[in-house]
C-alpha cells in the first residue's frame, strides 16, 4: 500500500472508530470523551505499525461495559465487543472467529464491523445464532459519519419497558397502533433497535417549540 493510500485509510479507520464508540455511548456503553475525541494523531501512535503506518484493525477492537445506571441493563447485554474483520469479506471462518473471542469473554452482544461485503452463509450463522448471541454487523462506509448527528435528523431516544407502558397507557393504545420505524431503518440499527422497542422522536416546531412522536420498531 503506498503512502497516499494509507493516509486515506488511516483517516477512514479514524473517522469509523470515532462513530462506533459514539453509538456505543448512545446504546449505554461507558466511552469516555477521550475515546471520542481521539485525533488522528493519537489514533496513529496508538494502532498503526510506526514503519508503515497501516493501522490494524485486531488493535481497534474493543469491548464495552453498559453503565450501572442504565435501565436496559440486563446480564445478557452488561457488555458489548467491537469486532473489526481484516477480511475484505465476512464469510463463516470470520463469525467462527468472532464467536470464538465473543465465548472466551462470555459477552453475548457483538458488533462487527467489515471492509467489503458478507456472505450469504455468514448472515444465515448470524441468524442461527441468535438465541444465543445479539450480533449486528456495519459496513466501513456505513460508518464515516454519525448519521444521528445530521442536522436533517431528528432527536430520538429509545424508552425503557416502563416509559413504554406509561406512554401506552397514558394514550389508551396498544402497541400495534402506534406508528412504525423499521428494523433496517438507518437510525434503527444505530440504536440496536429490537422489535417492539419505542422510540420517542423529537422534531423542533415553530408553532410549539418542539414536537414529540413515537414509533415502534417492528
Not at 446480564?75 to 458489548?80: A, M, P, V
Not at 444465515?124 to 459519519?145: R, W
Not at 434503527?188 to 415553530?206: N, W
Request: charge should be neutral.
Amino acid at each position: 500500500m503506498d503512502r497516499d493510500a494509507t493516509t486515506l485509510e488511516t483517516s477512514r479507520l479514524w473517522r469509523v472508530n470515532r462513530t462506533v464508540r459514539q453509538l456505543c455511548r448512545d446504546r449505554g456503553y461507558l466511552i469516555s470523551d477521550a475515546e471520542i475525541e481521539m485525533t488522528i494523531e493519537d489514533f496513529k501512535a496508538s494502532y498503526a505499525d510506526p514503519l508503515t503506518g497501516v493501522v490494524d484493525r485486531a488493535k481497534i477492537c474493543f469491548a464495552a461495559d453498559r453503565r450501572a445506571d442504565d435501565e436496559a441493563l440486563t446480564e445478557n447485554t452488561e457488555r458489548i465487543y467491537i469486532f473489526y474483520a481484516r477480511d475484505k469479506s465476512v464469510g463463516i471462518k470470520v463469525m467462527r472467529d468472532f464467536i470464538e473471542v465473543l465465548d472466551s469473554q462470555k459477552i453475548q452482544v457483538g458488533l462487527l464491523v467489515h471492509v467489503g461485503n458478507m456472505t450469504s452463509a455468514a448472515t444465515k450463522l448470524i441468524q442461527g445464532i441468535s438465541h444465543e448471541y445479539t450480533i449486528q454487523h456495519f459496513a466501513e462506509s456505513e460508518l464515516l459519519v454519525n448519521i444521528t448527528k445530521h442536522q436533517l435528523v431528528p432527536e430520538h431516544k429509545v424508552m425503557t419497558p416502563e416509559e413504554k407502558k406509561l406512554l401506552l397507557d397514558r394514550y389508551k393504545v396498544k402497541e400495534t397502533q402506534l406508528p412504525r420505524i423499521q428494523q433496517a431503518d438507518p437510525v434503527a440499527r444505530y440504536y440496536g433497535l429490537k422489535r417492539g422497542e419505542v422510540v420517542m422522536i423529537t422534531r423542533p416546531s415553530e408553532t410549539a417549540g418542539r414536537y414529540v412522536s413515537y414509533r415502534v420498531c417492528y
